[in-house]
Nanobody
Framework: QVQLVESGGGLVQTGGSLRLSCAAS????????MAWFRQAPGKEREFVAT????????YYADSVKGRFTISRDNAANTVYLQMNSLKPEDTAVYYC???????????????????WGQGTQVTVSS
């Protein structure tokens, strides 16, 4: 059983920063990519960023480019999301996801990812 556990969410003012962590545990699994998605109330889950574990190439949603940074620590089996210059529209539950299958496209598609964490709430006050 693979578990992804997110942490680091919370309440922050506009312009502030937060760092999310996602630790993978359980049975060893070969991951191709790990990603962050988010879901605001009444909205669909949306892609935030992904990192190809081996390279590590990174891809970002346009809405967070230049403000968010995804990174990974191989030894700690952890992926991070550094979020700076936060805006009220960044308020959402943030989910970590892992893909075990290589893909050359569609990295923003939730269906490409096999494992998901339980989510961590990020609230940005205006």
């Amino acid at each position: 059983q693979v578990q992804l556990v997110e942490s680091g969410g919370g309440l922050v003012q506009t312009g502030g920063s937060l760092r999310l962590s996602c630790a993978a545990s359980g049975r060893t699994f070969s991951r191709y990519a790990m990603a962050w998605f988010r879901q605001a109330p009444g909205k669909e889950r949306e892609f935030v960023a992904t990192i190809i574990w081996a390279n590590p190439y990174t891809y970002y949603a346009d809405s967070v480019k230049g403000r968010f940074t995804i990174s990974r620590d191989n030894a700690a089996n952890t992926v991070y999301l550094q979020m700076n210059s936060l805006k009220p529209e960044d308020t959402a539950v943030y989910y970590c996801a892992a893909s075990t299958r290589p893909f050359s496209s569609g990295y923003a598609t939730p269906a490409k990812y096999d494992y998901w964490g339980q989510g961590t709430q990020v609230t940005v006050s205006s």
